[in-house]
Each structure stands twice: as C-alpha cells, then as structure tokens.
C-alpha cells in the first residue's frame, strides 16, 4: 500500500449529469477527508469521516453532494446535477488519529473535474 | 473571511540561497500549523509542521517560526534547491477532543521557483 489513490483522474461531464469519485485510503488510516481545491486557491474541507461514520460536513456541501464510506474502507463522493460552478480538483485525504507531535494528512493526486 | 493568509502568490530565488515563505493567520484558537508542499498534477505533500507551544521546529534544511503575538508563521529552506520549485500551502487546525475532524484551514498558496 503506497498511498492513497482516487479514480478517476479526471472526469469531464455535461451539465446536469451526476458524477461519482471513489478514494481508497492508507489501509491502516481510520480518518478520511474530502476537499476541494478551485484554481488560485488552498483546499478547502468538505467533509470527514472517523471509521465509516460522517462526524462532520461544511457548508460547501451542498444537498446535491454525498458521500459515504461503508464498512469505513474506501469512501465515494456524488455529485448530483452538476453545476458549472462544481469544477474543481476534488482531494481525499487520509490520515490515523492523532495522538500528539507532528502529524499530516497523506493526500491522494485528486480527481479533476470539469463541468461543460 | 479568510483565516489562514499567504499574501505572496509567488517567489523566485537563486540555487543554494534561503527561501523565506510566510503565512499570517486570524484565527487565535489554531494550535497547529503545517506547511504543505505541491507539485502539479499531483495532492499536496506534508512537510512540516509546528505546535503552537513552540517557536521553531527544524527537519533537514526546512525550518518552520512561529511567531503567535504577530500571528504570523514562516517557512525558510536552506539551501534552496531546484527541486523545491513548486506551490507551497500554508494550513492551520484547532485541536478538538477524541474524534473531531482536527479539519485543516489553507492558505492560498505561494509558488515558489528556484532557479539553477
């Protein structure tokens, strides 16, 4: 296990059309995160999951997104209806819980998507 | 609003001389910060980060400061090299107990190019 993988790399898709990413985490890691990243900014967090249950969600999330991490392995992400606004590298993050001294996440190369 | 500030989009050094990124960040509860390095096509890698009981933490030729009454944090790499060119983020977090997100605040990021 060499780090965490996303698929697809890319997607393009049409207005209005749902899409789903997939991201499988360092095996061991009990955390995962999603965020997105627009261009010229940081990341900004979408939403985390401790094991397979979803302990918190940001306000980007809006109702068309979800996402879902059964049986707390790899975890999805839908976009329901997408918006042109909806393009961007979408981020998964893994990492264990932290239990003091220096820690990070271990980021996957991000699925990109583009709404045409 | 935006808690975590890299007011430098980009910086351009020579090969072998000291590369000083900064960070300003609002937010007093932040009690951890990271720098995040990235390359294109690819999710950020962790580097280092500092707690916010220190003043200075060092790996190898990465060097993190922090100065929590001015609320602003530093990056400096000794010596530069030309493979350091690429974004360098800045990120903050709040510790929370057993199980929060422990969710990451970016900053936009600087890109950084040493040259040869």
């Known amino acids: 296990d060499t780090g965490v993988s996303q698929d697809p790399r890319h997607k393009i898709t049409k207005r209005g059309q749902n899409v789903t990413f997939r991201c499988d985490p360092i095996?061991?890691?009990?955390?995962l995160y999603w965020y997105r990243q627009t261009l010229g900014q940081g990341p900004e967090f979408l939403t985390y999951?401790?094991?397979?249950?979803?302990?918190?969600k940001s306000r980007l999330l809006s109702d068309r997104f979800s996402a879902e991490r059964p049986k707390g392995s790899f975890s999805t992400l839908e976009i329901q209806r997408t918006e042109q606004g909806d393009s961007a590298m979408y981020l998964c993050?893994?990492?264990?819980?932290?239990?003091?001294?220096?820690?990070?996440?271990?980021f996957g190369s991000g699925t990109r998507l583009t709404v045409v | 609003d935006q808690q975590v500030k890299q007011n430098s989009p980009s910086l351009s050094v020579q090969e072998g001389r000291i590369s000083i990124l900064n960070c300003d960040y609002t937010?007093?509860?932040?009690?951890?910060f990271l720098w995040y390095k990235k390359y294109p096509a690819e999710g950020p890698t962790f580097l280092i980060s500092?707690?916010?009981?220190?003043d200075k933490n060092e790996d190898g030729r990465f060097t993190v400061f922090l100065n929590k009454s001015a609320k602003h944090l530093s990056l400096h790499i000794v010596p530069s090299q030309p493979g350091d060119s690429a974004v360098y983020f800045c990120?903050?977090?709040?510790?929370?107990?057993?199980?929060?997100?422990?969710?990451?605040?970016f900053g936009k990021g600087t890109k950084l190019t040493v040259n040869p």
């Open positions: 990120a903050a977090s709040v510790t929370v107990r057993m199980g929060g997100s422990e969710k990451l605040v």
């Open positions: 095996s061991e890691h009990n955390r």
């Open positions: 993050a893994s990492s264990l819980t932290r239990t003091g001294g220096d820690y990070g996440y271990t």
């Open positions: 999951f401790q094991n397979e249950a979803q302990l918190e």
């Open positions: 500092i707690s916010s009981i220190k």
């Open positions: 937010n007093s509860m932040f009690d951890y």
